[in-house]
């Protein structure tokens, strides 16, 4: 079964760091860009990151460019998401997904998502 | 920055079609997809490249994309397709979602 699992969700002060890790199984995870979404309390789903299937290229929306870094070890199946200088509007519940390919192929699956709180 | 657009809520009786609209320029000349969300649940892909469904996605989920809007139709509605749906497509190196439409069925 094809299956993402994340972890590493927490309550942190303002300007804070926090490492999210997504576990990968059931499909070979170095053939599959990855990418992170995310989803404030009762809004819609925000695109945060995306890296390809070896690392090679990441690119990142513009409200955590330079604040948040997308990497992956395809070696331990897992994806990351590094948050520095956290703020009260990056609470959010994330979810790694799975990018099927080329640009048209969809997320899928998702995982369960982890719940970052940043506040005081 | 490239934006879709979608209508905050569609209401629809069971057994009637639904059909949810995704605006953005151009939009057709990109891919567009459509995930569904439960509450409390995860998202989940019901249509990928414009028409396609994923395996497991049950035939009265359809779509298409012409010109600057995509939509998702749901033939024969019932109850437990009452969730929210969004549209995602590719601008360049980046990912964009419309900011969703509640499907309620009364």
């Known amino acids: 079964e094809v299956q993402l699992l994340e972890s590493g969700g927490d309550l942190v002060q303002p300007g804070g760091s926090l490492r999210l890790s997504c576990a990968a199984s059931g499909f070979t995870f170095s053939s599959y860009a990855m990418s992170w979404v995310r989803q404030a309390p009762e809004k819609g789903l925000e695109w945060v990151s995306v890296?390809?299937?070896?690392?090679?290229?990441?690119y990142y929306a513009d409200p955590v460019k330079g604040r948040f870094t997308i990497s992956r070890d395809n070696s331990k199946n897992t994806l990351y998401l590094q948050m520095n200088s956290l703020r009260a509007e990056d609470t959010a519940v994330y979810y790694c997904a799975r990018d099927r390919g080329g640009r048209s192929l969809g997320f899928d699956p998702w995982g369960q998502g982890t719940l970052v709180t940043v506040s005081s | 920055s490239y934006e879709l657009t979608q209508p905050p809520s569609v209401s629809v009786s069971p057994g009637q079609t639904a059909s949810i609209t995704c605006s953005g320029d151009k939009l057709g000349d990109k891919n567009a997809c459509w995930y569904q969300q439960k509450p409390g649940q995860s998202p989940v892909l019901v249509i990928y490249e414009e028409s396609k469904r994923p395996s497991g996605i049950p035939e009265r989920f359809s779509g298409s994309n012409s010109g600057n809007t995509a939509t998702l139709t749901i033939s024969g509605t019932q109850a437990m397709d009452e969730a929210d749906y969004y549209c995602?497509?590719?601008?360049?190196?980046?990912?964009?979602f419309g900011g969703g439409t509640k499907l309620t069925v009364l």
């Open positions: 995602q497509a590719w601008d360049s190196s980046t990912v964009v």
């Open positions: 890296i390809s299937n070896n690392g090679g290229r990441t």
